[in-house]
């Protein structure tokens, strides 16, 4: 449904991120007749759309695709009066009221409130092509796609807590799976690194680095890799890629305006989903550095449209 409001008129409640969380957001939210605009941004769907099959979302006896997951949402949301429109944010400005939301192609819009859910997107090697493998073998979330992965051989890179979840979480599946690590020891704790060193099934790949992803059909089939004492390089066949070296919450357009952890990720009042800023909320994976799960950004994007809802009733802004 097209945003039919002139340009400087003053929404109730604009949703940044077209993801599960911005979705759940909207679909409560219009609900309440609070008319939400989305701006759906330049990956519409958020991280759902890079997963092929969705198996673990409540409510699917089969697998659903992540695409068609999204489009029921969107669909659901519009139904109740949610409005979407197809831009980026630029910037926005939180320090007058209402907030002024800058977009990439159209002109400005104000909202009395405000919830952010721009998500998280995984952090990349940098290799050509990578971007595109998602969904083709590339991974970010093995509690996600590690199903898909049964008696395959698999690799995942990193050395921190979440290479090392990822890695035991694949062992319950994959009947090989590579950690491939740039350092000699790991950062992972202790306790986390010792689990996945007890599990037959891992082996540790130290002191490396992947310098190619090869495909097959399209779909990834195995990678070359360097040691990076001896620069010497070889070929390791396999089914599927796991990247475990982090997410980069996407506030980038937020600048400084909101406090956040130390991995940037933002930060709200224990127990909601406000921030330190009234009437500007937080939903989903840009707020959540641990779960990154649908189904924990839906919950948080009810959180925080009945959050915005009951802000905007007390103030009369509805």
Not at 39 to 59: A, C, D, H, K, R
Request: hydrophobic share 40%; net charge negative.
């Amino acid at each position: 449904m097209a945003e039919q409001h002139p340009a400087d008129s003053v929404r109730s409640l604009v949703i940044v991120g077209s993801g599960i969380s911005g979705l759940s957001a909207a679909v409560y939210a219009a609900r309440a007749q609070l008319a939400p605009l989305v701006i759906e941004g330049s990956e519409p769907g958020g991280q759902l759309t890079l997963t092929s099959e969705v198996e673990n979302y409540p409510g699917f006896e089969d697998p659903i695709l992540g695409v068609d997951l999204v489009e029921r949402m969107k669909k659901q949301a519009a139904r109740f009066g949610a409005q979407y429109r197809s831009d980026d944010v630029v910037r926005v400005d939180l320090s007058q009221r209402p907030f002024t939301i800058t977009l990439g192609r159209g002109g400005p819009v104000r909202a009395h409130a405000l919830i952010v859910a721009s998500g998280a997107r995984a952090r990349l090697l940098g290799l050509p092509g990578e971007s595109e493998l998602f969904g083709r073998g590339l991974s970010s979330c093995a509690t996600c796609d590690g199903a898909f992965f049964k008696d395959r051989v698999v690799a995942v890179v990193g050395g921190g807590d979440s290479a090392m979840e990822e890695a035991t979480f694949l062992t319950r599946y994959a009947k090989k799976i590579y950690v491939i690590h740039r350092r000699k020891e790991l950062r992972a704790s202790r306790i986390l690194a010792d689990r996945a060193r007890s599990k037959s099934t891992i082996e540790f790949v130290w002191n490396t680095r992947v310098t190619a992803i090869h495909t097959e059909n399209s779909l990834v089939s195995g990678l070359t890799l360097e040691d990076l004492e001896t620069h010497e390089t070889k070929e390791l066949p396999l089914d599927g890629l796991f990247l475990a070296i982090g997410h980069i919450p996407n506030t980038e357009w937020l600048g400084d305006q909101l406090p956040t952890d130390d991995a940037g990720y933002l930060l709200a009042e224990a127990g909601t989903s406000e921030t330190s800023i009234p009437g500007v909320f937080v939903a989903g994976d840009v707020a959540d550095r641990i779960y990154q799960q649908a189904v924990t950004a839906a919950g948080t994007g009810c959180i925080a449209a009945l959050d915005a809802e009951e802000y905007l009733a007390e103030h009369d802004l509805a």
